[in-house]
């Protein structure tokens, strides 16, 4: 009988392809906190008044930046990717608490825990063969 899960558990359980799809994941995990880190580097004033607008101190956007910036860096080059990705996880579920109302701005809210959870996927099965994490490993 055809059971497609098990077509695609044999194409994605080559060596090569878990490799590369798993460096696809970290990328596409990683862009979203580059380029949310990024902005909040350029339009740091703009920021710090966002923040306090929410009850957040200002005073924490340097460690807010580090945890999007710096953990998106970590994952993208797959360094300390396990923990960079359980960090990134509960950043994106408290932020999802402060920032984005459940009834207000539900998308944003539901997208910061659909990225909590495939952070803590990565959290469990590691960086893959094409990072600085199996490099080291080795």
Same mark, same amino acid.
């Given at each position: 009988?055809?059971?497609?899960?098990?077509?695609?558990?044999?194409?994605?359980?080559?060596?090569?392809?878990?490799?590369?799809?798993?460096?696809?994941?970290?990328?596409?995990?990683?862009?979203?906190?580059?380029?949310?880190?990024?902005?909040?580097?350029?339009?740091?004033?703009?920021?710090?008044?966002?923040?306090?607008?929410?009850?957040?101190?200002?005073?924490?956007?340097?460690?807010?930046? %580090?945890?999007?910036?710096?953990?998106?860096?970590?994952?993208?080059?797959?360094?300390?990717?396990?923990?960079?990705?359980?960090?990134?996880?509960?950043?994106?579920?408290?932020?999802?608490?402060?920032?984005?109302?459940?009834?207000?701005?539900?998308?944003?809210?539901?997208?910061?825990?659909?990225?909590?959870?495939? %952070?803590?996927? %990565?959290?469990?099965?590691?960086?893959?063969?094409?990072?600085?994490?199996? %490099?080291?490993?080795?």
């Amino acid at each position: 009988m055809f059971n497609p899960n098990v077509v695609v558990k044999n194409i994605v359980n080559q060596p090569n392809t878990d490799a590369v799809l798993a460096l696809i994941a970290r990328v596409l995990m990683a862009y979203i906190f580059l380029v949310a880190g990024w902005g909040k580097i350029t339009a740091y004033s703009a920021t710090v008044g966002y923040m306090e607008s929410m009850g957040v101190p200002g005073a924490l956007l340097p460690l807010t930046i %580090l945890v999007e910036f710096g953990g998106g860096l970590a994952l993208l080059f797959g360094f300390q990717a396990r923990f960079a990705a359980f960090g990134l996880g509960l950043f994106s579920v408290i932020t999802a608490f402060i920032f984005h109302d459940g009834t207000q701005d539900s998308i944003n809210f539901m997208k910061n825990f659909a990225m909590a959870g495939g %952070l803590f996927f %990565l959290m469990l099965h590691g960086a893959g063969k094409m990072s600085l994490d199996h %490099l080291i490993e080795k």
